[in-house]
């Protein structure tokens, strides 16, 4: 084939954005492999095998948050800031960092982008990509440095760890909790701090804004500066302006932290959390009710828990966070909509409402 039809072929035959983003994320993996399996990644004699470093890599850009060796004693200082960028990466998406260099070397964003973008589930439709990674850069990095903040004064003042180890482990929990990557420094996860709120806090707090979701997070900061130079000069109820996804996704993470919470109450008061401080026992019951929504940190062992936990933990990491974040799972948008779906079919009603909207049935098909 002459090299000018070659040339028209592959610009007739791109990747389409779904192909693009795997493409993307495969790329980043081997990348970061290769750069475990270098001897600067390794602390002192440690040996690192093709398959260690490819599980935590793979673990770290998915932010899955499985380890097949300690993160904290296996990886070296430099290691461990390789895991913490592949989190990063993965955690913003690796479409969405291409649109947004892209976005500000050039001051605009391509229809491609927006495609790969939103293929990438960082924003929900294709019309506000370069707005909501703006957004999504802000609060990234607000969140982010706030908890590193807290969590390296904790360390250098309470545990007396030097300022540049604690600065080290205070970017690196921030960058793992917000991703709701889950990946810790020590090899029982957060279970040394089980008593410490200026630890648990801080880090909790991160992913459950992590797994709300970019743009929930975003139309909420909005409103409520929006709407804080009105109050008391004209009442106005902020939730009733927001959209949908937004009201969906933060009543259902109200609603699922308080039932996490309570079931880890209810079922190990007396039975993991038995032996802790009153303190700690509601410290540790926090966390754990809301850390299984993809977080995968944990301050108690999991071997102590209750079957009942442990499906209640399997049900709450099925559902996950809020669509176009940090969080995994099915989403709770799908969840809404296939609890809409069924009540409407229990009614026999013709159409899925959820509140005032209508939902169309592609919709709802794709939520099923």
């Not at 270098?38 to 899955?64: H, I, K, Q």
């Not at 109200?254 to 919470?261: C, D, E, Q």
Request: proline fraction near 3%.
């Amino acid at each position: 084939m002459p090299l000018k039809n070659v040339s028209l072929a592959v610009k007739k035959s791109p990747l389409n954005p779904y192909q693009a983003v795997a493409a993307g994320f495969l790329v980043l993996i081997a990348i970061g492999t290769v750069a475990l399996l270098l001897p600067f990644a390794s602390s002192g004699s440690a040996d690192t095998s093709v398959v260690t470093a490819l599980f935590t890599v793979t673990s770290a850009v998915t932010m899955t948050g499985l380890v097949v060796v300690d993160t904290g004693s296996h990886w070296s200082p430099a290691g461990q800031a390789v895991i913490a960028a592949l989190i990063q990466v993965g955690g913003f998406g690796v479409m969405s960092l291409a649109s947004l260099a892209g976005m500000l070397l050039t001051g605009r964003i391509g229809l491609r982008a927006r495609l790969n973008t939103r293929a990438e589930n960082r924003s929900l439709d294709t019309g506000n990509v370069g707005k909501t990674l703006l957004w999504t850069l802000a609060i990234t990095v607000i969140c982010e440095v706030l908890v590193m903040l807290v969590v390296t004064a904790r360390f250098a003042l309470h545990y007396r760890m030097s300022v540049m180890r604690s600065l080290g482990e205070g970017i690196f929990y921030a960058i793992s909790s917000f991703n709701n990557a889950g990946f810790a420094l020590r090899d029982d996860s957060l279970v040394s701090y089980v008593g410490d709120a200026w630890i648990i806090l801080p880090i909790a707090l991160a992913f459950i804004t992590g797994g709300l979701g970019y743009p929930v997070v975003s139309e909420i900061v909005q409103q409520l500066a929006r709407n804080t130079r009105l109050i008391p000069y004209r009442r106005r109820i902020w939730h009733r302006k927001m959209s949908v996804t937004t009201r969906v996704t933060t009543i259902g993470t109200v609603m699922l932290i308080i039932a996490g919470v309570t079931m880890v109450a209810l079922f190990e008061w007396n039975n993991a959390l038995e032996e802790l401080p009153r303190g700690s026992k509601v410290l540790a019951a926090f966390l754990q009710g809301v850390t299984p929504r993809t977080a995968g940190f944990n301050s108690v062992d999991y071997g102590e828990f209750h079957v009942v936990t442990l499906m209640g933990t399997d049900i709450l990491m099925f559902i996950g966070g809020g669509s176009a974040g940090t969080a995994g799972g099915i989403k709770i948008t799908t969840v809404a909509v296939l609890i809409a779906a069924i009540v409407a079919e229990v009614r026999g009603q013709k159409d899925t409402t959820i509140g005032p909207r209508t939902i169309e049935p592609q919709i709802v098909r794709q939520a099923l």
